[in-house]
T-cell receptor
């Protein structure tokens, strides 16, 4: 079945440093979604990418979808303590109704 | 105030007992989902439902059962056959199942079985 992997699993950064998490799928995706889960909370939808090579920005967050639609990345510029949490990518393959989640990257920011 | 509610927030059970987790949504969404999250892990799909009176198994359905008698409600029963039931259970919904629809998550239920 479809597998979605994320690296790194954990990342500690100093406040103000940049952060990137990478997502790779074993199969071609029809779209990729990103979610953020604060410690003790539940996942909250951030964004969806659909087109090959698509890039979207939300303030300090930049999301990319690979040309082959098998990988994606989330880059945060100048991290803040409010960025703390686990970031998950999740993708639909071309066939299914199921969303497959990556294992997540837990971001910790030292003030 | 629209959203998804799950109750209870924390649940403790003895081994060998069945337990039912509640999930209710007032977003008028057709699709609903149950995920399991273990510490430091991603989300794994247990069951999903695209419409009332219909549901499909996800990746880890063994030891779980669901029902979808009403659009608003999708309860999950963790049976005694589930070997490792202690986990964080998240319910979600989306307007429709499938591509292009974001999922809205409830606050989750932390189940501990001893």
């Amino acid at each position: 079945g479809q597998q979605v992997m994320q690296i790194p699993q954990y990342q500690h950064v100093q406040e103000g440093e940049d952060f990137t998490t990478y997502c790779n799928s074993s199969t071609t995706l029809s779209n990729i979604q990103w979610y953020k889960q604060r410690p003790g909370g539940h996942p909250v939808f951030l964004i969806q990418l659909v087109k090959s090579g698509e890039v979207k920005k939300q303030k300090r967050l930049t999301f990319q979808f690979g040309e082959a639609k098998k990988n994606s990345s989330l880059h945060i510029t100048a991290t803040q303590t409010t960025d703390v949490g686990t970031y998950f990518c999740a993708g639909h393959d071309n066939a299914g109704n199921m969303l497959t989640f990556g294992g997540g990257t837990r971001l910790m920011v030292k003030p | 105030d629209g959203g998804i509610t799950q109750s209870p927030k924390y649940l403790f059970r003895k081994e060998g007992q069945n337990v039912t987790l509640s999930c209710e949504q007032n977003l008028n969404h057709d699709a609903m989902y149950w995920y399991r999250q273990d510490p430091g892990q991603g989300l794994r799909l247990i069951y999903y439902s695209q419409i009332v009176n219909d549901f499909q198994k996800g990746d880890i359905a063994e030891g779980y059962s669901v029902s979808r008698e009403k659009k608003e409600s999708f309860p999950l029963t963790v049976t005694s056959a589930q070997k490792n039931p202690t986990a964080f259970y998240l319910c979600a919904s989306s307007y429709l199942a499938g591509n292009g629809y974001e999922q809205y998550f409830g606050p989750g239920t932390r189940l501990t079985v001893t």
